[in-house]
């Protein structure tokens, strides 16, 4: 089985979809709805990348990896911010944050594939 990727995201519809198609791309996905439960699907599944909506309710991604980085935590799970959000300011505050690329909504699944490659084979 390929490399484990965690989907964080409140559309449970987009975490259907993304599974089945990187399910069959060859990866072992894992998705999450509630942002809340993000560290213990993180310590439970070990993933090797982590795919986060920005925008959800209780969390946003932002808030999410801020929180992580300022305990220390998963700095070394390279993270992908999957978002309707297409602003210059947006993905300089991500990148600043650790964020290794950022996709915007809608998109096709291939090209979330070919960042996820990008992101696990840097070249």
């Known amino acids: 089985m390929g490399k484990t990727i965690l989907i964080i995201d409140d559309d449970k519809d987009l975490l ?3 599974k ?9 996905t894992r ?3 509630d942002p809340m439960k993000a ?25 999410l990896i801020r929180e992580f980085n300022e305990k220390g935590l998963y700095q070394d799970v390279p993270k992908i911010f999957l978002t309707c959000l297409d602003d210059d300011i947006e993905k300089i505050t991500a990148k600043g944050c650790g964020v ?8 096709q699944p291939e090209e979330l594939i070919q960042c996820i490659e990008e992101t696990l084979n840097p070249a």
């Open 16 to 18: 259907s979809l993304l």
């Open 20 to 28: 089945s198609r990187l399910d069959s791309a060859g990866y072992k």
């Open 31 to 33: 998705t999450l709805a």
């Open 39 to 63: 560290e213990e699907y993180i310590d439970r599944y070990n993933p090797d990348l982590l795919i986060i909506d920005i925008f959800m309710p209780e969390r946003t991604g932002f808030n």
């Open 100 to 107: 290794a690329q950022y996709i915007t909504k809608p998109f």
